[in-house]
């Protein structure tokens, strides 16, 4: 076996996910699993892709159709790819997981933040990276200080930035991209930026893949599990600078050959016709977002106003009690599921998660029931 798999436990979503198989009554906000149905024309053009016999294999670096309505896509947010910069990839997951592999020799330093989406640290650990994990600020933006530390001279330093942020929603800010540039610029970095919740952002949307003087230095990845609400689909991509992406595709290549060509399709029809879609689901969620956020400060909870993503990570350290103890009292004798802050790193620990890309009417249920169980304590 290989010996970096010991490092790795199974994720703390997935041990609340466990748990609630025991209390079936009860109500999960534990999910990054839009509600939505996927829109009409996106199922349809799946179908065509069936009939049309669009079930083989497409180019390693997925349908050039595709490739280019991502890069006009990502004009829209002055963020600029050639086709040939672009690799569809099987979800963000083997996004992550190929451009990882591409950078990553044992031993260089694989810079994370804390609380964070926990694949990078487990890829970073089974690739034999060594991992630092950096502190963000109160409103989980982030803490320039802490970063600077972290960025070693002499080493391979590759930097994860994670905005609009699962688990705490926060989003970058323009002050904070204009002084990630100057420190990109002045440091010898490479950085994945993991923007799968950027067509989820309630307030300007702001990435460093904008900034055309480190494009070298940059690897933006995404994709569309969140954006059309197909998840099962899997289709995500990387955009590099052709150099960097030629290595990337060498791991992907003899990983997945390519994504479905299917699902590829309907990402297609996705980005022609269905922004429309995706903007009755940003309104929604930012409706559900408003309604938990003050609903919780209502119950005495202290939290951020999400600006992004569909999660909310309230502080529960009024309760004096661990996160993971607080979550099992919450599920187990007040049935509601939420995932333990401590599963995003250690600095989760007085926070949990909550997810609203649930119906209104279970999240009022929720809400509800935490309301009554925070009465009995
Ligand atoms: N990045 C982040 C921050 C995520 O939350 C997720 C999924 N929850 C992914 C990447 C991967 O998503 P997918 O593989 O479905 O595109």
């Not at 004009?75 to 592999?101: A, D, H, K, M, R």
């Not at 929603?169 to 950085?191: M, T, Y």
């Not at 954006?227 to 052709?242: D, E, H, I, N």
């Not at 600006?307 to 009292?329: L, M, R, T, V």
Request: glycine share 6%.
């Amino acid at each position: 076996m290989n010996r970096n798999l010991q490092g790795i436990e199974i994720s703390g979503i997935r041990k609340i996910f466990n748990k609630l198989q025991e209390v079936p009554d009860a109500i999960s906000l534990t999910l990054g699993q839009p509600d939505f149905k996927v829109p009409d024309r996106i199922k349809r053009a799946m179908v065509d892709a069936i009939n049309n016999d669009n079930t083989i294999y497409t180019a390693n670096a997925g349908i050039y159709e595709l490739r280019k309505e991502i890069c006009s896509y990502l004009e829209g947010y002055n963020i600029n790819y050639e086709p040939e910069e672009v690799c569809i990839t099987v979800g963000g997951s083997e996004g992550l997981y190929s451009v990882l592999s591409a950078l990553i020799n044992p031993g260089d330093r694989l810079i994370i933040p804390d609380p964070a989406y926990p694949a990078y640290k487990s890829i970073g650990t089974i690739l034999g990276a060594e991992i630092d994990e950096y502190k963000l600020q109160e409103d989980f933006s982030l803490n320039f200080e802490d970063l600077k530390l972290k960025i070693k001279k002499g080493s391979n330093n590759i930097l994860v930035l994670s905005f609009p942020s699962n688990p705490t929603g926060a989003i970058l800010s323009l002050e904070d991209r204009k002084k990630l540039q100057e420190l990109i610029k002045e440091n010898e970095i490479l950085v994945i930026t993991d923007e799968i919740y950027s067509a989820l952002c309630y307030s300007e949307y702001y990435s460093v893949a904008e900034c055309q003087d480190i494009k070298e230095k940059i690897i933006y990845v995404s994709g569309f599990s969140k954006m059309f609400s197909m998840t099962g689909l899997r289709v995500g991509y990387v955009c590099a600078p052709k150099e960097i992406l030629r290595e990337i595709m060498k791991v992907h290549q003899y990983n997945v050959s390519c994504a479905t060509s299917i699902s590829q399709y309907a990402a297609l029809e996705g980005l022609r016709s269905s922004m429309g879609d995706v903007n009755y689901m940003k309104e929604t969620f930012r409706e559900r977002r408003d309604f938990v956020y003050y609903k919780l400060l209502k119950l005495g909870f202290q939290c951020n106003l999400p600006q992004g993503a569909f999660y909310i990570f309230p502080s529960i350290k009024g309760f004096n009690i661990k996160s993971e103890d607080f979550c099992d009292d919450l599920l187990y004798k007040g049935k509601v599921a939420c995932v333990p802050g401590t599963a995003f790193g250690a600095r989760g620990e007085g926070f949990i998660r909550i997810s609203y890309s649930y119906s209104k009417e279970e999240l009022q249920e929720a809400l509800f029931r935490i309301e009554k169980w925070i009465d009995k304590k």
